[in-house]
């Protein structure tokens, strides 16, 4: 299989580390906007570096994305980048004729008179809305197969398949105790997604209501996480997950929620009160002259990039599934986990556990496409394809999942 | 008298409307780095507003501004820029041969090792170290003539000549209870420069010890503001009065709070924690490539200019100087204030309240200068000038002080 990555940032240059030491890779070319990290990343690598090669690539040109395709005849896509940048990378696979995966889907768009009620573009129905394309076609654009989403649907499709007859409820729940020293404050993930994420009105899934959105932050709830994480104040965020349980798992309601913790929330409403969360253009002084910038990259570039922090960190974090229902007739709870533990994952890979955790997944997925034990066509999400090998598989590369009976 | 104004903002632009109606100024130069702010300025008098005229001017450059000076035959600069342009202003006046005011002093740095306990540069430290040029020019720079610092300081001054024989503490206190309508979140004053007195390590003034700082938002107290404006929470801020009142009066101990409420403090943190604060540059994604931008001018930049929210905004400032002592053998507590009405200063004068309180006391220091009232030579602070007739014509502007007998 050969496979153009776009973005070799924390989670692109982790692909590199996990798929550098499998045999179904025969080439992988790493692609960035900054071709000295994309560079980098490749120089880094130890086991069979000369199956990869980098490139530079601007991910928001559609037509250099597909001739870079085309040049280096690429099997697949697979989008590492923000996802400000899914539709071009999505629509240029398409053209390409390559397969495509990515672990973000394209955003949201809120509803203008009743942002906390109701839905307007959901994440990802620019990517449905060519699905019948990708589907004629005869490829496949396994949307986001990440950790959440990714191995969070995989775990729902799990339980829905092998462990329950009826579910009533689906929450994908995310929790970490991961510190870094040095720092009153470094998050662990892309604080531009992390916004993006989190001050969007949260969506919701009622199967006799559909999808709706409420405030952000709504219905905290404490969490118990495993492997001596603990309780965790959770709220609900926009994730994939709401939207692609729902159109391949049956149950009444799905939500995600998000273990953010008192003081992360009030940095992030803070954000918004003083409009540093806008994407749109500001006007400022340069050094020559006055230029234009959008607040949010001015906060991402104001904090560390969390990928460089791994070696600070410690602590571990969590990606489940908690799903509610009945088997058998008796009702069953079960909250199905991935830990990474970041003590770990800096000594296997030298990546940060979140980043690495994002990365392992579709990796994993690849591998599964490369032998032919996950196949599709058109727009499919992690839970339309069967569980249990991604699962096994999952464990083969040395991270196994767990299950919690609760309740 | 001939007034160059520099900085045609909220506080420039309130100046002139408070200007155009007293006869001591014969003409007005109206110099903004914005041309159209400073002709919008001008254009808006409709009192004798042939004696006003607008100039493009970067406060920044020395020269131009010397040059300015000489050309328009100022006998004054009166400074109404943000703190960052003191030092050119000031050096430009002394070389012109022309007086200066300002209404903020020079900036101080923080002490490397022990910032939350010792001073280095402090606020006016480079304006007070060129005070022998001054002196020997035979021209007045009189620094810090604002509300806070200025009419504050006349208020010290004017407790110790008049209502104590001894004073134990001075504390300059400053609340509000104004509130803007459609907005989360919205400062009544510039934010580059409130962030730069509340992050500063504040400092404090103490007889046996001399000057030292503290922790930011150090010893909250409750004051309790008068006409209706009720009790607020105050915190140390670096601020220039208690630099400037133990040089030319008697106190124990001298400081200043500020009646930030637990919300400002909330996301002043809050910018800290994230390095929004900084002036330092970063490097973000601009139109044509990578530009380098100050955070703290991206956040002024996502707020809406306080000068522009008069109308939306109701309520009250006041500011005023706390002075315990003793008078005639007997303990004594006092607090002079000023407070301006929202609604009345939008009325009169169409200028937001906390913005024409700040603008009218230079003002009424001009006119007291023209006439030969206050008169002095080298750099000094208000409270080494007579106060009496300071507060007397201050009333008569329409806008009377009050004393309230406290403790």
């Not at 390409?96 to 307007?120: I, N």
């Not at 020559?288 to 460089?308: E, H, I, K, Q």
Request: with cysteine.
């Amino acid at each position: 299989m050969r496979v153009l990555l776009v973005g070799a940032g924390g989670v692109g240059t982790a692909v590199t580390r996990i798929a550098a030491r499998r045999d179904f890779l025969a080439h992988m070319v790493v692609a960035d906007y900054d071709l000295i990290r994309a560079e980098s990343a490749v120089a880094a690598l130890t086991e069979r570096a000369d199956r990869f090669s980098a490139r530079r690539l601007d991910a928001s040109d559609e037509d250099a994305v597909r001739r870079l395709l085309t040049e280096e005849r690429c099997d697949v896509l697979l989008n590492a980048t923000d996802p400000r940048f899914v539709m071009p990378l999505f629509r240029a696979a398409l053209a390409a004729g390559a397969h495509y995966l990515d672990m973000a889907m394209s955003l949201s768009a809120p509803h203008a008179e009743r942002p906390h009620e109701e839905c307007w573009v959901k994440l990802g129905d620019d990517q449905f809305e060519l699905a019948d394309s990708w589907a004629e076609s005869g490829r496949l654009a396994l949307v986001g197969m990440g950790v959440e989403p990714g191995l969070s649907d995989v775990f729902a499709r799990y339980a829905a398949d092998e462990l329950f007859d009826e579910i009533e409820e689906i929450g994908v729940r995310d929790g970490a105790n991961l510190t870094v020293e040095g720092y009153d404050f470094a998050p662990s993930f892309s604080i531009w997604t992390t916004i993006e994420e989190c001050l969007n009105p949260p969506v919701v899934y009622e199967r006799d209501r559909g999808w709706f959105t409420t405030a952000p932050f709504s219905e905290p709830e404490v969490f118990d996480f495993p492997e001596g994480i603990g309780p965790v104040e959770c709220v609900n965020v926009e994730h994939e997950e709401v939207l692609l349980i729902p159109r391949w798992v049956d149950a009444r309601r799905v939500t995600f929620k998000y273990g953010l913790g008192d003081d992360f929330i009030t940095k992030l409403k803070t954000l918004r009160q003083l409009g540093l969360d806008a994407t749109g253009k500001v006007t400022v002084p340069g050094e020559d002259g006055p230029v234009r910038v959008s607040p949010r990259d001015v906060v991402a570039a104001c904090l560390p990039d969390p990928a460089t922090l791994g070696d600070r960190m410690t602590g571990k974090t969590c990606a489940g599934t908690w799903v509610k229902g009945v088997k058998d007739g008796a009702p069953r709870e079960v909250y199905l986990y991935h830990v990474v533990d970041n003590q770990w994952s800096m000594g296997e890979y030298g990546s940060q556990a979140v980043v690495w955790q994002t990365a392992v997944n579709p990796v994993v997925a690849l591998e599964l496409l490369a032998s032919g034990t996950w196949s599709g066509r058109g727009v499919l999400g992690p839970e339309a394809l069967p569980p249990r090998p991604f699962l096994d598989l999952l464990t083969e590369y040395g991270s196994p999942w767990g299950l919690r009976e609760q309740g």
